[in-house]
């Protein structure tokens, strides 16, 4: 019995582990829409990627030339999405001095190319964390950068979005310090729906970039499916015949 109870004692400091490595809050995840397969909204989010990620993030592991893989001609990428130092071929990178970024924020940015697959936990999926994490963000005075975030307290990272957002002030309950709902301080350029839309985009395209052939994947493993359901049923149907004689 004492085996038991230590066992599960463990287990829930494992489980508190993983949500402090989460984000370190108790509020749900919100379902992020799923937009792998919707083209446009992946360009979008690749255009919001480059316009307000890339400054500070890279994505090492993905080349421009693979984007044409949503539907993007490469005279599209050169003009919309590329830098003038920048080739094709090129992998995403950061265009912050990595010694600058990590003396403004205490830490160098993480590369953010299998960022939806490495956030996901007991909350949902990595890109339930990301649709949450990029609408959650607060005005911290008392913070650095001047922006706190209620799925990640304490973040060292500032609100890259907050013209589109508009700025917003959380607020939490006197005594349990939980989590209420929001006031509005000043409007973003968008309104709230338009501005979820916008983040739904982004992070289906996070998503989509953590495992380009996802589609392809889930496709060939459908096919895959059927024909063994099919050859299933033939192996029945000879094993049948060909027992049929035997008593």
Not at 71 to 88: A, F, P, S, V, W
Request: include cysteine; hydrophobic fraction near 45%; charged fraction near 20%.
């Amino acid at each position: 019995m004492k085996k038991i109870i230590l066992s599960f004692i463990a287990a829930l400091g494992l489980a508190a582990g993983a949500a402090h490595a989460a984000g370190g809050s108790t509020i749900p995840w919100d379902k992020a829409p799923n937009k792998l397969n919707d083209l446009p909204a992946l360009q979008n989010g690749a255009k919001l990627f480059v316009n307000y990620c890339v400054g500070c993030h890279s994505a090492a592991f993905m080349r421009y030339n693979r984007l044409k893989d949503i539907g993007l001609t490469e005279q599209q990428i050169k003009d919309n999405l590329l830098l003038t130092t920048d080739k094709i071929g090129e992998t995403m990178k950061a265009n912050i001095d990595p010694k600058q970024a990590k003396e403004w924020f205490g830490a160098n940015p993480p590369d953010l190319t299998v960022i939806a697959r490495s956030r996901a936990g007991a909350g949902g999926t990595g890109a339930d964390y990301l649709y949450t994490f990029l609408r959650t963000f607060y005005r911290d005075e008392a913070k650095a950068t001047g922006w706190n975030n209620v799925l990640f307290p304490n973040v060292g990272m500032p609100h890259a979005l907050w013209q589109l957002q508009g700025e917003r002030r959380a607020v939490f309950d006197e005594k349990t310090h939980a989590f209420k709902g929001w006031e509005q301080i000043t409007p973003g350029q968008l309104s709230a729906q338009d501005y979820d839309k916008q983040i739904a985009d982004l992070v289906g395209f996070l998503q989509w970039m953590g495992e380009p052939a996802q589609n392809t994947r889930v496709r060939i493993g459908v096919w895959v499916l059927v024909f063994l359901g099919v050859m299933t049923f033939f192996a029945w149907r000879l094993n049948a015949a060909f027992w049929k004689d035997v008593k």
